[in-house]
Every structure is written in structure tokens, then in C-alpha cells.
């Protein structure tokens, strides 16, 4: 849907290359997931050796591009007063509370609410990052998707270690843990 509603929304206002766009989400996205999905039907002990250093190369890719966006554009991030930060801060905040709330409101339990509550806060800013670099030219397109990947990273982060430590009994007596 990316390059579809960027193209529809944000082609009024600049060239969007759609087609473009949806093979860099493929690429970033698609590709990944399958090589995956097949890395753990065909090579389990690869997997099982490789998957605990996944999570830490995660974080550091998308803190690297992240930190990259950001450090190109920082003058842009300190005049922009706090907007950008501001409103990044309240998309993901807003995220993780009507993911959780709604979550409740449909009668799912409290870990089934909380997975879709951190599924629906991290929305992938580091694929904005990517699609802002390669496709279009200003640099100052990537940096609310850069500021906002820190956001999300940050908050994200803090709502699991909070829930982590307040693990209540429904979920402590389930097989799940």
C-alpha cells in the first residue's frame, strides 16, 4: 500500500515513481521475509545459530540509517523547533496506547493486546528512510521518517522493558512464557 498511497496522496505535490517504490518495498520487505521463511523451513541449525544475533543487527541497521538521515539534516531538525520530534513522538505514542485500548475493547487478551499495541507503535520508519533516500531528492524527506524510527525505538523499547517487569498472572500461567 506504500507506494500506492504515496503516489495517490503525495503525487500531487511531487513526482512519485510508484512502480519504484513498490520494488524497493519488495526488495526491503518481500525479499527478506521469503529468504527468511526459507532459511528456517530448510536450515534450522543455521537459524537457531544465527538468530540470536539478529535482533542487535536489527537495531544497529536502523540505527545506522536512522543516524545517517539524521546527521545530514540536523540543522534542519534543530530549526524545525521541535515539530518534527513532537510530532513523531505523538504518532507512536498514539500507537501504542489505541493498539493496546482497541486491542482490549475487541475482548483479546492482555498479551495478544500488548503484541498489538508494540506492532502497531513501530511502524517501520527505517523503510520510510530507505524509500525517502532513493526516491526522492531532498534529503530533508528522510528526516521525519529518521526522527521518527528514534521515537519509535525509544518508546518501544521503555513499553516492553515496563511490560517485561509487570508480567500479570493470566499471562505468568500460560504456556507462553
Known sequence: MTPFLTAKLAGKYVAVDATGLL?????????????????????????????PLMPPMAVATAAMLSGNAIAQSSSSVLMSSG??????????????????????????????????SIEVGMQNAALGVVLATKH??????????????????????????????????????????
Open 83 to 116: 515539530q518534527v520530534i513532537l510530532a513523531s513522538c505523538l504518532l507512536h505514542a498514539s500507537g501504542f496506547f489505541f493498539g493496546y485500548i482497541l486491542a482490549r475493547m475487541l475482548g483479546l487478551d492482555l498479551s495478544s493486546s500488548r503484541t498489538i
Open 23 to 51: 520494488m524497493s518495498t519488495l526488495q526491503v520487505v518481500l525479499l527478506p521475509v521469503l529468504a527468511g521463511a526459507f532459511l528456517v523451513q530448510y536450515f534450522q541449525p543455521f537459524v537457531k545459530f544465527i538468530s
Open 136 to 177: 526522492f531528492g531532498d534529503p530533508l524527506t528522510t528526516v521525519p521518517c529518521a526522527v521518527s524510527s528514534v521515537c519509535h525505538s525509544i518508546f518501544g523499547s521503555i513499553l516492553a522493558g515496563i511490560w517485561r517487569f509487570s508480567v500479570p498472572s493470566e499471562i505468568k500461567d500460560s504456556e507462553y512464557i
